[in-house]
Nanobody, 117 residues
Framework: QVSLVESGGGLVQPGGSLRLSCTAS?????IRWYRQAPGKERELVAT???????TYMDSVRDRFTISRDNAGNTAFLQMNSLNPGDTAVYYC??????????????WGQGTLVTVSS
């Protein structure tokens, strides 16, 4: 059994920054950050593929940075210049390797980011 645990959410003023972390119980093969705002559908924010290809949704490009540590079991989402439109629950979603097994589409529990003055 594998798991993902997010942390780093909270309340921040417009223009501020937050860094979200996603720690896996195995090695991260590929990682995705999603978010879901109240009353809206979940949307894909950023991705790092198994080959290291990084993509962002248009509204966060140049403000958010997705990365992962060298050990391979923690991913990050650095969020700068936050605005109220970024308010949402943020989820990490990953494909993991643990021992000889691969686990696909593993979800974390989510962490709430609120941007408000």
């Amino acid at each position: 059994q594998v798991s993902l645990v997010e942390s780093g959410g909270g309340l921040v003023q417009p223009g501020g920054s937050l860094r979200l972390s996603c720690t896996a119980s195995g090695s991260i093969y590929s990682i995705r950050w999603y978010r879901q705002a109240p009353g809206k559908e979940r949307e894909l924010v950023a991705t790092v593929t198994s080959r290291g290809i990084i993509t962002y949704m248009d509204s966060v490009r140049d403000r958010f940075t997705i990365s992962r540590d060298n050990a391979g079991n923690t991913a990050f989402l650095q969020m700068n210049s936050l605005n109220p439109g970024d308010t949402a629950v943020y989820y990490c979603n990953a494909d993991l390797i643990s021992g000889r097994a691969r686990y696909f589409d593993v979800w974390g529990q989510g962490t709430l980011v609120t941007v408000s003055s």
